[in-house]
């Protein structure tokens, strides 16, 4: 759990993924679209991935990924960041951790 709350940690936006994920793909194409630029774990590309990824679980995120975090705390997965984009929250809580300028 330490693992995932320094990484959580070392920018606005942190998302844990996996590469072959398509929510994934999509959850980080949103961000970027917006001109974000998150940290992107992949766990099926890191050393102790599977670790990662069982600490993701304890947090009630299931799945596992993604698992996207704001401002060091956790958001949830697609569903949630998708559910905040629609209700126009996205942007501004983006906008709050510094993530987004404009």
Known sequence: MEVVTKLASER????????????SYTIK????DFGVNPAVHE???MQRG????QALLTLRCSPSV???FIGGEF????????????????IP???????LWV
């Open 12 to 23: 606005p936006v942190v998302i844990f993924s996996k590469s072959s994920c398509c929510m």
């Open 29 to 32: 194409t949103l961000v970027c």
């Open 43 to 45: 766990l099926d590309e």
């Open 50 to 53: 599977k670790e990662i990824e």
């Open 66 to 68: 993604p698992a996207v």
């Open 75 to 90: 958001v949830g997965g697609a569903n949630e960041v998708m559910s905040l984009h629609l209700k126009r929250s996205l």
């Open 93 to 99: 809580m983006l906008k709050r951790v510094g993530a």
